[in-house]
């Protein structure tokens, strides 16, 4: 053979042997870096205030969304409302409620946990969108931050049948039960009680 022409074959082997797939960094490993570095609590911490004072701002008495024709998937909503029922026997439990004027029928249920379904929170006042994320994971994950706040507000407030609930919200109307998921709640005091209230069961960044 040629000297030359074996020069040639060697050093065009020699290339593309040094030309091997692992190399190539797969377009999901970066995506993987980004979701790692995405702090969901840290964001949902931010887009609750703002959340909170847009519901505020937009909400509409509870009875009123109800009599109104279907057309969102979510409104604001406030209103006062008695527990008559509190069904835990599935993780994403429910209270039945009546609101004012009572007349001892379920009208609505409120979210109580301790799984809050569904994205409600996330969705209603277009503050937190997907196009403000990377990725679908972290999308859901900062859903799932908001719902964990929901259950904090929850949680300062006593859930019994016979309660009276001032409460502030996200009502949800589709193929079920309409439902709110609260961002502010508190209990009324009964009348037999001393005149004074509880503060409101809310959050902070």
Known sequence: MNPRRAITIL????????????????LENQ?????AKFDARAYAGQAWVRIEAAIESSAVPVGDALKAPAGAAYVAVKGEARVLRVNRES??????LDIEPFDGTTDVLLAIGPVIRGSAVRDATGIVTFNQFVNQLDYADVNNALNDRVLAVLAGVKLAPGATLSFMGV???GSGPPEVTPVRLRERPARACRPGSRPESRIHA
Not at 91 to 96: K, N, Q
């Open 11 to 26: 050093a065009a082997s020699f290339a593309l042997g040094s030309c091997v797939p692992w190399t190539v960094r797969p």
């Open 31 to 35: 995506t993987d870096q980004a979701s």
């Open 91 to 96: 993780r994403a439990g429910v209270a039945e």
């Open 171 to 173: 009502l949800t109307r």
